[in-house]
C-alpha cells in the first residue's frame, strides 16, 4: 500500500505534462463573466467545466452527472476542488515534517524524532495547547471569507447554497497573479489543479491508514530513512 500511495502521489508531474486536456471553447474577455469564461452548457458534460483529462476523460462510471442539476453541480465542483487543496497541502506537510526530511521548527520540537505525522498534533498539544485556539481562529476566518464570496445567504428566495456568479473554487486568492486572463488558459490550469487534487485525496488516504497500521514514518516503511523513533509508553 505505501509504494502505491507514494507512487500516486508523483504521477500527476507526468500526467499532465504528456496529456492534453480536453479542448475548450477560447473565451478572450474573463471580464464579460464573472464565471471566469465558464458557460454552463447542458449538453456537456458536467455542464462544461474542467477536470476530464485523457486518456481517462469523461470518468463517471455510476452516471451522476447525468442526473445532476446545475446547481448541485457546482456544489460538487466546490467541494472538490477545496478537499483537494487540503489533500495535497496535506501530503506536503506529511513528507516535509517527517523523518528523513524532519522539518518541524516551531513549539520546541526541531530536535526531536517525533515519529509519523498522524501523531504531531500531539505533539503539538503538549508544547503550545493555546495553537489549536489560533488554528481553530485561522481555519474559521478563512472559512467565512469562503462563505461570504461564493455562498448565498441560508433562506435565500432561490434556495440557491452558490451564488450565481461565482464559479466554484475561486475564491480571488492570487497573490504571485498566475490566474490566467482567458477560458482556454483557466480551464488548463484548473484540470491540473483538479488532476493534482484527486491524487493528493487518494495519496493522503494511503499515508494516513499506512500510518495507523504500523506506526511507521512513510519513509521509514519505504526503507528510505532509518527508523529512530521510539513511541512513548503509556503509565497508569
Known sequence: MMKFSLAVLLLPTAVTAFATPK??????????????????????????????????????????????????????????TTHGRVAMLAVIGFLLTEA??????????????????????????????FFFEILALVIGGAEVGRALKGWEAPGNADDLILKEDYYPGDIDFDPLGLKPDNWEEFSEMSTKELQHGRLAMLGISGIVAQELINGKEIFVNLNLAPDTFIAPVAVY
Open 100 to 129: 528523513p526530511i524532519s522539518f518541524h521548527p516551531l513549539f520546541n520540537t526541531g530536535d526531536r524524532d517525533i515519529g509519523p505525522a498522524i501523531r504531531h498534533l500531539d505533539e503539538v498539544r503538549v508544547a503550545a495547547p
Open 23 to 80: 479542448s475548450t471553447p477560447i473565451v478572450t474577455a474573463l471580464a464579460a463573466s464573472d464565471l471566469n469564461g465558464w458557460v454552463p452548457d447542458e449538453s456537456a458534460f458536467a455542464y462544461g467545466l474542467p477536470g476530464a483529462l485523457d486518456p481517462v476523460g469523461n470518468f463517471d462510471p455510476l452516471g451522476i452527472a447525468e442526473t445532476t442539476s446545475l446547481i448541485q453541480m457546482k456544489q460538487y465542483r466546490e467541494a472538490e
